[in-house]
Nanobody, 121 residues
Framework: QVQLVESGGGLAQAGGSLRLSCAAS????????MGWFRQAPGKEREFVGL???????SYADSVKGRFTISRDIAKNTVYLQMNSLKPEDTAVYLC???????????????WGQGTQVTVSS
């Protein structure tokens, strides 16, 4: 069983930055890819980015160049650094763990509870 807890959400102005954290239980990084997703009201959950078991990263086109995923293996924590925020980035952000590095939410069996990010214009 994997447990994930996100933190770091809040309110930011357009152009600002936030850093989200996802603390994981167990030896997750050696076994799972860690994905970040977001879901805005009335919209489907969408892929933001991921870090594979081997440490490689990939991002959605909408956040590429603005968001960066990193991980601290010793702390069993994954981070999502969000820069140059836009109002359309407003959503609940969720981290997930899954056996393969895919962009499809239903391929991830483990999810955190999510953290709200609101970007004002």
């Amino acid at each position: 069983q994997v447990q994930l807890v996100e933190s770091g959400g809040g309110l930011a102005q357009a152009g600002g930055s936030l850093r989200l954290s996802c603390a994981a239980s167990g030896r997750t990084f050696s076994s799972y890819a860690m994905g970040w997703f977001r879901q805005a009201p009335g919209k489907e959950r969408e892929f933001v980015g991921l870090v594979s078991r081997y440490g490689s990263t990939s991002y959605a086109d909408s956040v590429k160049g603005r968001f960066t995923i990193s991980r601290d293996i010793a702390k069993n924590t994954v981070y999502l650094q969000m820069n140059s925020l836009k109002p359309e980035d407003t959503a609940v952000y969720l981290c997930a763990a899954g056996p393969v590095s895919l962009t499809t939410p239903n391929m991830y069996p483990y999810w955190g509870q999510g953290t709200q990010v609101t970007v004002s214009s």
